[in-house]
Nanobody
Framework: QVQLQESGPGLVKPSQTLSLTCTVSGASITTSYHSWNWIRQPPGKGLEWMGVIASDGFIYYNPSLASRISISRDTSKNQFSLQLSDVTPEDTAVYLC??????WGQGTQVTVSS
């Protein structure tokens, strides 16, 4: 059974870069035909899909975030990561890593505040 666990700072200052890592267990992130996603949910709002890295390394971003987002992976650690630059308080959200939009991490709260 695949498990996903987000980790990273819970507080980021405005204009800085938010960095999160998703550690995967129970499955390899390079196993074919799977997508590894980042999704976030701001307080009181719906889910926002941020981007994906596929098992073959293909990456695609939500166009609304494309100028600020970067997703990468470390196959030796079975992890994939999110970086979001130039954050503002509007980036405050619960951030989740998700496989195939069916297996979800528990989420991690990130607050952007000075």
């Amino acid at each position: 059974q695949v498990q996903l666990q987000e980790s990273g700072p819970g507080l980021v200052k405005p204009s800085q870069t938010l960095s999160l890592t998703c550690t995967v267990s129970g499955a390899s992130i390079t196993t074919s035909y799977h997508s590894w996603n980042w999704i976030r949910q701001p307080p009181g709002k719906g889910l926002e899909w941020m981007g994906v890295i596929a098992s073959d390394g293909f990456i695609y971003y939500n166009p609304s975030l494309a100028s600020r987002i970067s997703i990468s992976r470390d196959t030796s650690k079975n992890q994939f990561s999110l970086q979001l630059s130039d954050v503002t308080p509007e980036d405050t959200a619960v951030y989740l890593c998700v496989r195939d939009l069916s297996s979800w991490g528990q989420g991690t709260q990130v607050t952007v505040s000075s």
